[in-house]
T-cell receptor, first 117, second 111 residues
Framework: GAVVSQHPSWVICKSGTSVKIECRSL??????MFWYRQFPKQSLMLMAT?????????EQGVEKDKFLINHASLTLSTLTVTSAHPEDSSFYIC?????????????FGSGTRLTVV | GQNIDQPTEMTATEGAIVQINCTYQ??????LFWYQQHAGEAPTFLSY????GLEEKGRFSSFLSRSKGYSYLLLKELQMKDSASYLC????????????FGAGTRLAVHP
């Protein structure tokens, strides 16, 4: 079945530094990937849609200069949290859509727990 | 805007049946998903409905009525391990078939 690998699983960084999170589709090509953020006891909030070869589409209220998304190939999308602050501490999850599987072909990565100290 | 509503919390007894409802009002629709999520983990796919009716998969069933913007997830023979959050999500939003989640329902199963 479709597999999405997300790294790192967890990361602790100092306030003001940047952190990069990778999301790879291992056995299928994903022209579209989605990035979500989840705060404790809350649901997944869509941050942006990542499209191979073009600029990401950000949801309302998400700072595109702070959350940089790059989708340079059909199997890799990266999310970089720039100048991280403690309020950016959250669980970040990517999802890739395998269009060969039809309308239900969404596969999630295992998530990245980011803690900014 | 998009609205996907589900109860915040539910409790149930081991061995019982529980129904978690979800109502939605969205600008597009390509299907409704149910996911299970344990704390600190990624969501796990449970079901997908795109046509009206009931989809049954073992102890889990999901129902959809597109005209009413309504779905439910039915869990039978509840087990302690079913204690988790259950997320309702709608796809087909925006040009890229975005998947948007409801707030989730935290289910606690007790002996």
């Amino acid at each position: 079945g479709a597999v999405v690998s997300q790294h790192p699983s967890w990361v602790i960084c100092k306030s003001g530094t940047s952190v990069k999170i990778e999301c790879r589709s291992l056995d299928f090509q994903a022209t579209t990937m989605f990035w979500y953020r989840q705060f404790p006891k809350q649901s997944l909030m869509l941050m942006a849609t990542s499209n191979e070869g073009s600029k990401a589409t950000y949801e309302q209220g998400v700072e595109k200069d702070k959350f940089l998304i790059n989708h340079a190939s059909l199997t890799l999308s990266t999310l970089t949290v720039t100048s991280a602050h403690p309020e950016d501490s959250s669980f970040y999850i990517c999802s890739a859509r395998d269009t060969d599987r039809g309308l239900d072909g969404y596969t999630f990565g295992s998530g990245t727990r980011l803690t900014v100290v | 805007g998009q609205n996907i509503d589900q109860p915040t919390e539910m409790t149930a007894t081991e061995g019982a049946i529980v129904q978690i409802n979800c109502t939605y009002q969205t600008s597009g629709f390509n299907g409704l998903f149910w996911y299970q999520q344990h704390a600190g983990e990624a969501p796990t796919f449970l079901s997908y409905n795109v046509l009206d009716g009931l989809e049954e998969k073992g102890r889990f069933s999901s129902f959809l009525s597109r005209s009413k913007g309504y779905s439910y997830l039915l869990l039978k023979e509840l087990q302690m391990k079913d204690s988790a959050s259950y997320l309702c999500a709608v796809s087909g939003l925006g040009g890229y078939n975005k998947l948007i989640f409801g707030a989730g329902t935290r289910l606690a199963v007790h002996p």
